[in-house]
């Protein structure tokens, strides 16, 4: 089964640093991969999605992430972090295998910005 | 287009009792997944249900349960609460099946045991 391993449940980046959330999957075919976005007391929402159309994936509010199959990772990027930012950040990798077909998630990573 | 309403938001239950929670879709959606979201956790897959069938299940024990009706909507039932039930469950909709596509959240039903 596929799943997907994000490096530091929390990050502190300053306001205006560059923001980098950690991702790596765990299949040898690339598979669909995604990042979601969780505000306080809301639902997920996606920011981007990767299905192998292009390796460099841009979202929504100026995130982007790179799949890079050699080191089987999909981490999520940001020029300068903004106080909005501040939210819980989900990887989620998709399974196509029959019979398990299913999105997992990640732990997830709680983004921090100071002012 | 109205978003993903899940209902109850809030609800408070003691052990052993039983929980239904609802979840109606963006309208023309076939698909309804629920996952349960602790802390440290993260979002734990629990059932996909679409066209009223249920496609796949997580590893969770019988008490959790869950159908769809024909207009999309769909509940979830967990019988005999224990306290490690307390949880925030959401709910996905989406046009495809969910691997495939993008989910669509509600805000949740965030449930405790006491």
Known sequence: AQSVTQLGSHVSVSEGALVLLRCNYSSSVPPYLFWYVQYPNQGLQLLLKYTSAATLVKGINGFEAEFKKSETSFHLTKPSAHMSDAAEYFCAVSDLNFGNEKLTFGTGTRLTIIP | ?114
């Open chain 2, 1 to 114: 287009k109205a978003g993903v309403t899940q209902t109850p938001r809030y609800l408070i239950k003691t052990r052993g009792q039983q929980v239904t929670l609802s979840c109606s879709p963006i309208s023309g959606h076939r698909s309804v997944s629920w996952y349960q979201q602790t802390p440290g956790q993260g979002l734990q897959f629990l059932f996909e249900y679409f066209s009223e069938t249920q496609r796949n299940k997580g590893n969770f024990p019988g008490r959790f349960s869950g159908r769809q009706f024909s207009n999309s909507r769909s509940e979830m039932n967990v019988s005999t609460l224990e306290l490690g039930d307390s949880a925030l469950y959401l709910c996905a909709s989406s046009f495809g099946t969910s691997n495939t596509g993008e989910l669509f959240f509600g805000e949740g039903s965030r449930l405790t045991v006491l």
